[in-house]
């Protein structure tokens, strides 16, 4: 759980004409994080590579034309049904011409039931931005009147629009977009007549769906939007029975379509993944990591497949610490909101460790130190609780689980402080009332405090040991020459405040450690290279050496220093949190002295306004605390993501977000 799963480097060299089902098998496992290999082979034909992503290309632009024949006919994408992977990878000119004799028969259909849907299914009406034609001031007639031009008022996908600039760049052309969403614009588009073969086909490759060339388009853009409206209420005004007749058939074209995108989307997949292979002759080099355990069932898998694909494989060692190497955390379902605080800091790297288990344990206890009340506390865990269980948008469902720990860990303190909606008289505290123990609640943050940074300093000579880096484990600032520091640095500082206290090896030992624990930080390089026999002992001048060694060991101190009374905020914060809660019932005994409804009501109001306005403010701090002072003792981050290769990519990731 502490550190990421561990991961295999594999290498497939596989002949070109397999390399379309190796690529569906690698996506199809879902567990294959593909690496891009093209730059290793850099005299390989490009030209090869670039047809892959022209043809990732088209099978988007397809995949966005099925998409809106499908919002035209009021369907939705659906998930991809059960046994779509095992059907054959589909070829973009197939499945293209399987969608035009949708199309056609869709509009057949349509026709012999006398309904004019054409600007329904052929201009994208209920999704086009059709009255933003309204505001355009180009007078239509003038283009598509003109003898010597060519134009062509249409829809189309709005990703495609730059592509089709480009495909256009050899003619003089005009490209005007007079409406436009997200998905799609109603565009004009215009060229000489002897570019007509050049436009059309352009036209044709970027899914520009024209509307009906005759004179009702011939006019200015708030004429013609008033026209397309029209036909929209006629054919919604068609009897009952065709329409009903209507959305059987689109019922049935519908479950075609829908199959015929997710195959589309497959393909999109693959071929734009291959066009990232790396290439030499007829054989394509394909690199990536997979998680070790995973690694018997895929090779196997691979052979079954073809017995033409070398494997070669590395198990990649936890001390390399490569930060390209995939990380893929390994934490129960209920540090979800830990695990997105980690990651937003940084994701760890592979020979690292993983500290989200690590903030799931001080994150809620630093919140609970400066928020201790019982009744605030069930509040803010009640309010959790509710939208884990029940989130009324997504992603707050982990959200719902980092307020419900810090909820309970405030109601966990707020019977240590006494407190019950900021009232200290309604139950004995557990220790004391942070108001009447200021000091007392000071000295115990600080105390919390250097618990959490020595944590972040043992993480910090584990991380060394897993990088087989001794010198820094033993010598180093955050190694256990640090610690050491540390502790009795601390331990002098005790016994100088608090003479009555008798420390096990007194005053002189600890000086003693000290003073050892700070030789072996100023010499630790000299020391580390003696015991693993590097040579030269010391880089440069022994002068420039020991100078730079006493900087760092200065600011080790200082660090030390700093980092540790950090943590004072954290009583500061109890003791603010016990002031505010005097402070409304100050203000709800003037508002109310007899103490009535308006006292109440002010303490009611004044509760929740310190749960939510001094909540906020104690959660920011408390990620304060963790990010600057618990992280800068041991993570490093910037770690590779783990993205496995999918035959469906959109939707898993939407799954997985």
């Not at 134009?151 to 189309?156: D, T």
């Not at 610690?483 to 420390?503: E, F, H, K, R």
């Not at 409804?597 to 909540?615: C, D, K, Q, S």
Request: net charge negative; with cysteine; aromatic share 8%.
């Amino acid at each position: 759980m502490f550190l990421p799963q561990e991961m295999t480097h594999v290498a497939l060299v596989v002949p070109e004409n397999e390399v379309l089902p190796i690529t569906e098998l690698l996506s199809e496992q879902g567990i294959f994080h593909h690496v891009d290999s093209t730059h290793l082979c850099p005299e390989a034909d490009r030209g090869v590579a670039d047809r892959w992503h022209q043809e990732a290309s088209a099978c988007s632009a397809l995949a966005q034309r099925i998409r809106d024949l499908l919002g035209k006919l009021g369907a939705d994408e659906g998930e991809p049904r059960p046994g779509i992977q095992d059907l054959p990878v589909i070829d973009v000119a197939v499945a293209s011409s399987a969608v035009d004799d949708l199309e056609e028969q869709i509009m057949e259909r349509t026709q012999s039931l006398g309904l004019d849907l054409d600007g329904l299914l052929r201009a994208g009406i209920s999704e086009d931005p059709v009255e933003s034609i309204g505001s355009t001031g180009t007078d239509l007639s003038e283009v598509l009147g003109l003898h010597h031009m060519i134009a062509l008022l249409g829809s189309m996908p709005t990703n495609g629009i730059e592509r089709l600039r480009s495909s256009l760049k050899n003619i003089p052309f005009v490209l005007e977009t007079l409406g436009r969403s997200e998905r799609h614009s109603i565009v004009l588009l215009a060229a000489p007549r002897n570019s007509a073969d050049v436009l059309r086909r352009a036209a044709r490759s970027a899914y520009l769906n024209p509307l009906r060339e005759d004179q009702d388009y011939r006019k200015m853009p708030p004429e013609i939007a008033a026209i397309i409206r029209a036909k929209v209420q006629r054919s919604q005004q068609a009897p009952t029975r065709n329409r009903g007749e209507i959305e059987g058939l689109f019922d049935e074209q519908a479950t075609q379509l829908r199959d015929l995108l997710w195959r589309v989307e497959m393909r999109a997949s693959i071929t734009e993944t291959i066009a990232h292979y790396g290439r030499r002759r007829s054989a394509y080099l394909v690199l990536g990591w997979l998680p070790t355990g995973n690694l018997d069932s895929l090779t196997r898998r691979i052979e079954q497949a073809s017995d033409k694909v070398s494997i070669v494989t590395e198990t990649s060692e936890r001390h390399n610490s490569d930060p390209r190497v995939p990380t893929t955390l390994r934490n129960p379902k209920g540090l979800d909101a830990f695990e997105k605080l980690v990651l937003n800091y940084g994701r760890p790297r592979y020979g690292e460790i993983d500290p989200t288990p690590l903030v799931a344990l001080t994150f809620p206890l630093i919140f609970g130190i400066m928020f201790g009340d019982v009744g605030q506390g069930l509040l803010l865990a009640l309010v959790g609780g509710y939208l884990f269980t029940r989130p009324v948008q997504k992603g707050l469902a982990s959200l719902g689980s980092l307020i419900l720990a810090c909820g309970v860990a405030a109601t966990l303190f707020g019977a240590i402080y006494g407190s019950v909606f900021g009232m200290e008289e309604v139950i004995r505290p557990l220790w004391i009332h942070p108001m009447e123990g200021i000091l007392d609640i000071l000295v115990f943050a600080v105390a919390v405090g250097a618990v959490v940074l020595n944590i972040g300093l043992v993480c910090s000579v584990f991380n060394a040991r897993l990088a087989h880096d001794w010198s820094s484990m033993v010598f180093g600032p955050k190694g256990i020459a640090g610690i050491a520091l540390y502790w009795s640095l601390i331990g002098l500082a005790v016994s100088a405040l608090v003479p009555t206290i008798s420390l096990p090896l007194g005053s002189s030992g600890i000086a003693l450690i000290a003073g050892v624990a700070a030789l072996g930080i100023l010499f630790g390089d000299v020391l580390g290279n003696v015991i693993t026999g590097r040579r030269p002992l010391v880089v440069g001048s022994l002068g420039t050496h020991l100078i730079k060694k006493a900087l760092e060991l200065f600011e080790t101190l200082l660090s030390f220093f700093s980092n540790t009374l950090s943590y004072v905020r954290m009583g500061a914060f109890a003791v603010a949190h016990g002031g505010l809660s005097a402070v409304m019932f100050i203000l709800a005994e003037v508002a109310s002295p007899a103490h009535g409804v308006l006292y109440w009501i002010v303490v009611a109001l004044g509760n929740i306004v310190i749960v939510g306005f001094e909540g906020l403010i104690v959660g920011i701090q408390t990620l304060r605390l963790e990010y600057y002072e618990f992280f800068s003792k041991f993570f490093r981050a910037g770690g590779t993501e783990y993205k496995p290769l999918r035959l469906f990519p959109r939707t898993d990731n939407e799954a997985t977000s």
